[in-house]
């Protein structure tokens, strides 16, 4: 039996059942009428049986015509029971003028009506609350009040949770706002029982026919809600695969803290990492009544990094972006919160520009530097060498030495994981930063923490925005092969786990390597399809997706750390600590000077050639390079 044929039949089952009902309750009203008040007509059983059957048709005509029919009984609720009582009214209009037709209501006690109608109401509601108590143990959910607006939901999770959510909803205010019709429960199956009286409608494996039925009974499709195990990726997948052929909204719960608040499931969601405990103390005690300085400060992790800081209460937080629309941003979000302990500080300038970084660090003073100004996308990078280099090398040594010249105690250098085993320019230009800022500290007496992570999901050109717009415009969506995989991570979780690795810098002359635990990679393929899913298109049938192949410098998989690095857990869950060997040669300092002075001079292959040899994981790529170069 098909999900629509499943819903018919329910539906006249339901009529079925209301009609009975109002053929019973007019032969009872009239029997009981004929016994106690006055005697019976002529001919009793041809005037009970022809009002009964009258008022049954006005009772199938009404009940079909106000959409009776279509209501489940286990999910009723106050607007429900109003329009049965609407529809046995417009019932006995119906009934009065046709009986008058028949034989002129002679043998017919008028007042019976007034017996028939509560006899009837009484069966019907009687037959719901049964049916309410059985499945969902609230047999008077009938008589509570639910907007006639209100989303219907299907809730998607485990036990606990989705008992938390229904227990919110029910205590808060804006509980009504939502209509629960059933939930999927992703742990076990055990269809007709129910969670604080919601009925359990299924498994994931039901969950396509649940929508199916329910979006014939009521006319329109449900929502999905997801909270709790339904948020894991492979299981919010099914969902979307599920939902997208039917056209209905996937919703995520905001927060384990606030779960009565519902919206539209985003990228982010589908990482669904399990909530950090993060102890924000040592962080505070790092930044608060600080001075600190942040460069690229008008990017997308560097805004964050900022907001964040800004939220610790610094003595100080100086701004330095090269963007002047970023910096005016970025401004502009800190000037407005109004902290009037925070002096805000806003420099325009580019860390190539030595005298502009070291005024900036003459004029501020910081205690804490946040380096996160650099060129990162690497198919622009591989066009532009020599750009990528005096920003990302070149940049780095100068922001650090001008750190350690204006006595900053802690240095901190956001970093890639494409500095693994580069093949392409803008990760072996963050793997020398990496090695040039570790000299530096050793030589310097500062603390450093270089912190090395994945992409940070929906920023500046990386893929999310690029899908969505694709999306927005039809498509097709672009993919550079189908096996390619990232890591990925919120800019909210990657920034605060920056700074906590900031924190675990704790001795002099440090020299820390840090590693953010990114979770598992996510294939590229699999988050285009996912994001045409969540606009309730289907991939390949809505909206295309197209391979493009990989770009000069990609990689179809990325690495975090190198084979013969050791990694040690640390004591923030998130961070990992990684044991730093940095051998280089004994001409490196030269060799640094020779890359930059070629660099300055536009000559990409000596600035290639000299890349490749202070950085020897990636001279195997430069070689390559070089050949296609000149061939």
């Known amino acids: 039996?098909?999900?629509?044929?499943?819903?018919?039949?329910?539906?006249?089952?339901?009529?079925?059942?209301?009609?009975?009902?109002?053929?019973?309750?007019?032969?009872?009203?009239?029997?009981?009428?004929?016994?106690v008040v006055n005697g019976a007509p002529p001919n009793p059983a041809a005037t009970a049986f022809m009002a009964s059957s009258i008022f049954a048709f006005a009772a199938l005509l009404s009940f079909w015509l106000v959409g009776v029919h279509k209501q489940v009984w286990r999910h009723m609720g106050w607007g429900d029971a109003v329009r049965v009582v609407q529809a046995v009214g417009l019932a006995v209009l119906f009934f009065l003028p046709v009986l008058f037709l028949w034989n002129r209501l002679v043998g017919f006690p008028r007042s019976s009506i007034l017996a028939a109608a509560p006899i009837w109401l009484l069966i019907i509601f009687a037959a719901r609350i049964v049916a309410i108590a059985r499945?969902?143990?609230?047999?008077f959910q009938i008589f509570r009040n639910v907007r006639k607006d209100a989303?219907?939901?299907?809730?998607?999770?485990?036990?606990?949770?989705?008992?938390?959510?229904?227990?919110?909803?029910?205590?808060?205010?804006?509980?009504?706002?939502?209509?629960?019709?059933?939930?999927?429960?992703?742990?076990?199956?055990?269809?007709?029982?129910?969670?604080?009286?919601?009925?359990?409608?299924?498994?994931?494996?039901?969950?396509?026919?649940?929508?199916d039925v329910l979006s014939v009974r009521y006319g329109t499709t449900p929502w999905v809600a997801v909270t709790g195990a339904a948020r894991d990726r492979q299981i919010m997948t099914r969902i979307l695969e599920e939902t997208s052929a039917r056209g209905s909204k996937v919703m995520a719960l905001e927060s384990?803290?606030?779960?009565?608040?519902?919206?539209?499931?985003?990228?982010?969601?589908?990482?669904?990492?399990?909530?950090?405990?993060?102890?924000?103390?040592?962080?505070?005690?790092?930044?608060?009544?600080?001075?600190?300085?942040?460069?690229?400060?008008?990017?997308?992790?560097?805004?964050?990094?900022?907001?964040?800081?800004?939220?610790l209460n610094p003595a100080r937080l100086a701004l330095y972006e090269a963007s002047e629309y970023n910096l005016y941003r970025i401004n502009l979000a800190m000037t407005a919160q109004e902290r009037p302990d925070t002096a805000i500080s806003a420099f325009l300038g580019d860390v190539r520009d030595v005298p502009r970084i070291e005024g900036a660090m003459k004029t501020t003073a910081p205690d804490v530097v946040i380096h996160a100004a650099a060129l990162k996308h690497v198919p622009l990078m591989e066009e532009n060498v020599c750009e990528a280099i005096?920003?990302?090398?070149?940049?780095?040594?100068?922001?650090?030495?001008?750190?350690?010249?204006?006595?900053?105690?802690?240095f901190v250098l956001i970093s890639t994981d494409k500095a693994v085993?580069?093949?392409?320019?803008?990760?072996?230009?963050?793997r020398l930063a990496e090695i040039a800022v570790s000299r530096i500290a050793e030589k310097s007496g500062m603390d450093v923490a270089m912190v090395r992570f994945g992409n940070v999901l929906g920023s500046s050109g990386s893929v999310v925005p690029l899908f969505q717009e694709q999306i927005e415009a039809g498509g097709p969506v672009t993919v550079t092969d189908p096996d390619v995989t990232r890591y990925f991570m919120t800019v909210e979780e990657a920034s605060a786990l920056v700074l906590q690795s900031a924190s675990l810098n704790g001795h002099a002359n440090g020299r820390n390597l840090f590693v953010l635990n990114m979770g598992e990679p996510v294939k590229i393929s699999e988050l285009a399809e996912a994001m045409?899913?969540?606009?309730?298109?289907?991939?390949?049938?809505?909206?295309?997706?197209?391979?493009t192949g990989l770009r000069p410098g990609e990689k179809l998989h990325e690495k975090l750390t190198y084979e013969d690095e050791g990694v040690e857990k640390t004591t923030v869950p998130g961070v990992m600590s990684v044991a730093v060997k940095n051998g280089v040669k004994l001409n490196f300092d030269e060799l640094i000077e020779q890359l930059l002075d070629a660099a300055r001079q536009r000559d990409r292959l000596e600035a290639l050639r000299l890349l490749s040899e202070l950085v020897p994981d990636y001279t195997a790529y430069g070689q390559k390079y070089r050949a296609l170069k000149r061939a």
């Open 390 to 410: 005096l920003t990302n090398v070149g940049g780095t040594i100068n922001t650090v030495r001008a750190a350690s010249q204006a006595g900053v105690k802690n």
């Open 135 to 139: 499945s969902t143990r609230t047999p």
């Open 256 to 311: 384990e803290a606030n779960q009565n608040r519902f919206h539209r499931i985003r990228a982010a969601d589908l990482l669904a990492r399990p909530e950090r405990d993060l102890d924000i103390t040592p962080v505070a005690r790092l930044i608060s009544g600080a001075n600190v300085l942040v460069t690229g400060a008008g990017g997308t992790i560097g805004s964050e990094l900022v907001r964040q800081c800004a939220q």
């Open 1 to 35: 039996m098909t999900p629509r044929d499943e819903a018919r039949r329910a539906m006249i089952l339901t009529l079925s059942f209301d009609v009975v009902a109002a053929a019973v309750a007019m032969a009872f009203a009239l029997l009981w009428r004929w016994s």
């Open 532 to 547: 045409i899913r969540m606009r309730g298109k289907v991939p390949g049938r809505d909206i295309d997706i197209r391979y």
């Open 151 to 211: 989303p219907l939901v299907v809730l998607a999770g485990d036990n606990e949770c989705v008992a938390r959510v229904i227990r919110d909803l029910s205590k808060s205010p804006d509980g009504a706002s939502v209509r629960i019709l059933g939930v999927i429960d992703v742990d076990s199956v055990d269809p007709g029982r129910a969670i604080r009286g919601v009925t359990v409608l299924g498994d994931l494996d039901d969950i396509g026919n649940v929508l």
């Open 421 to 430: 085993d580069p093949d392409n320019v803008m990760g072996a230009t963050k």
